[in-house]
């Protein structure tokens, strides 16, 4: 695998929208830094998914790799998720947060802060794209019609237009 620098990055935003919206302030080194839906305050031992504002797509042939800010790993806050997001996923990520602080203080994330940083590698071999439950997750209806859309129009052979009506229909909604 190789990990996509910057220019190809925002090739793929601009191009497939990988992620929406976008701010190019945003683009770190090799990856993009994600940031929050709401203004989210994590008590000591509190266990909380956080919404990540901006949808992420990851093109069949691309893998997403996440981490966290280093900032909030000084705080306490662990990220508890697995760090891929599967070939051909769409979606709001649900992003699994704990506040371990040494000093038992509540550790708040401002809507607009940088949390997570998302690195994409290119994929070998022959595409297998998520087919799972939380496809098209916490999208709007627009944002799902815009992707499903994409889909189907940029890899007819791998989505098919009724699979995907199926998938936006049955969405984990916000």
Not at 143 to 156: K, Q
Request: charged content about 25%.
């Amino acid at each position: 695998m190789t990990i996509l620098g910057r220019s190809i990055i925002v090739k793929l935003v601009e191009e497939q929208k990988c992620i929406h919206p976008f701010d190019y302030d945003l683009f770190d080194g090799d990856g993009y830094v994600l940031t929050v839906q709401q203004e989210t305050n994590l008590h000591y031992l509190e266990h909380r998914n956080v919404i990540s504002h901006e949808v992420v797509f990851t093109p069949p042939d691309v893998v997403g790799h996440l981490t966290a800010k280093s900032k909030y790993g000084r705080l306490g806050l662990s990220f508890l998720n697995s760090v891929k997001v599967h070939s051909g996923f769409v979606g709001r990520l649900a992003l699994e947060l704990v506040n371990l602080n040494n000093e038992r203080a509540p550790i708040t994330i401002k809507r607009g802060d940088p949390l997570i940083h998302i690195e994409f590698e290119r994929r070998e071999g022959d595409p297998s794209v998520y087919s799972g439950q939380y496809m098209f997750q916490y999208l709007n209806d627009q944002e799902a019609e815009m992707y499903s859309n994409l889909l189907s129009r940029i890899y007819p052979t791998l989505f098919s237009k009724q699979d995907l009506e199926v998938k936006v229909k049955n969405r984990v909604k916000l």
